[in-house]
Nanobody, 122 residues
Framework: QVQLVESGGGLVQAGGSLRLSCAAS????????MGWFRQAPGKGREFVAA????????LYTDSVKGRFTISRDNAKNTLYLQMNNLKPEDTAVYYC???????????????WGQGTQVTVSS
C-alpha cells in the first residue's frame, strides 16, 4: 500500500498559477501510474491527469490541456501538477492517486491522498 500526501493548494486569482505536489511513501511499482483527480462542491470526482511511473506517458482531460502539466520525480517519489492560467471553474479539492495502469476512471486507482483545496477567484 502506498501512502500519498498532497500539498501546494491555496487561493489564487484567475490567470494565476499553482504547483501541487504529492509525496508518496511505500513501494511504488514501476508498472504503476499516478494521477490527479478533483472534486468541486456538489459534483463527482473528476479525472484531471495521469502519468505512468516508469515511462512518463501522460493523459489529460480536455479542459486542462495546454494549461496543466503532470510530472514526476522518481528519485523523490513525488508527483507534481503544474497549473497555469487557472480559471474559477478549476476550484476544487485535488486528490493524488496511484493505480496499476494509466486510466481516467477513479476505480482504476487503489491508493488516495487526503486532498488539497484549490480556490480560484475571479
Amino acid at each position: 500500500q502506498v501512502q500519498l500526501v498532497e500539498s501546494g493548494g491555496g487561493l489564487v486569482q484567475a490567470g494565476g498559477s499553482l504547483r501541487l505536489s504529492c509525496a508518496a511513501s511505500g513501494r511504488i511499482l514501476s508498472s504503476y501510474s499516478m494521477g490527479w483527480f478533483r472534486q468541486a462542491p456538489g459534483k463527482g470526482r473528476e479525472f484531471v491527469a495521469a502519468i505512468t511511473w516508469s515511462y512518463g506517458n501522460t493523459l489529460y482531460t480536455d479542459s486542462v490541456k495546454g494549461r496543466f502539466t503532470i510530472s514526476r520525480d522518481n528519485a523523490k517519489n513525488t508527483l507534481y501538477l503544474q497549473m497555469n492560467n487557472l480559471k474559477p471553474e478549476d476550484t476544487a479539492v485535488y486528490y493524488c492517486a496511484s493505480g496499476p495502469s494509466i486510466a481516467t476512471m477513479s476505480t482504476n486507482f487503489d491508493s488516495w491522498g487526503q486532498g488539497t483545496q484549490v480556490t480560484v477567484s475571479s
